[in-house]
């Protein structure tokens, strides 16, 4: 069973950086597309970047386009989402989600809660003026 664990969530101020990392166990990450989704209190969960198995597309939502960098390391396992220029409403709880896509079906916009059924337990990412 594919297990996901975020990790690297903390406290910055306006404009500093953070990266984030989903680790999987159980099985490689290598046949799945991998999105991160953030969700702040009293707020929807949203999608917020997205990558495919191969490397094929990846896509962001248009709050975090030029800022964050989603990329993925197949020999860890792992896949990580680099966030500069942070800004106060980028405060929220992050998570990490994937799903089988052997049709690279997945990851062809921005991601969206349906489209993923693994997921992981989130952490926390608050942002300071």
């Known amino acids: 069973q594919l297990q996901l664990a975020e990790s690297g969530g903390g406290l910055v101020q306006s404009g500093g950086s953070l990266r984030l990392s989903c680790t999987a166990s159980?099985?490689?990450?290598?046949?799945?597309?991998i999105a991160w989704f953030r969700q702040a209190p009293g707020k929807e969960r949203e999608g917020v970047s997205c990558?495919?198995?191969?490397?094929?597309?990846?896509h962001y939502a248009d709050s975090v386009k030029g800022r964050f960098t989603i990329s993925r390391d197949s020999a860890k396992s792992t896949v990580y989402l680099q966030m500069n220029s942070l800004k106060p409403e980028d405060t929220a709880i992050y998570y990490c989600?994937?799903?089988?896509?052997?049709?690279?079906?997945?990851?062809?916009?921005?991601?969206?809660?349906?489209?993923?059924?693994?997921w992981g337990q989130g952490t926390q990412v608050t942002v300071s003026s």
């Open positions: 989600s994937a799903d089988w896509d052997p049709a690279w079906a997945l990851c062809t916009g921005v991601p969206r809660q349906g489209q993923y059924h693994y």
């Open positions: 990558i495919s198995k191969s490397l094929v597309s990846t």
């Open positions: 159980g099985f490689p990450l290598d046949y799945y597309a």
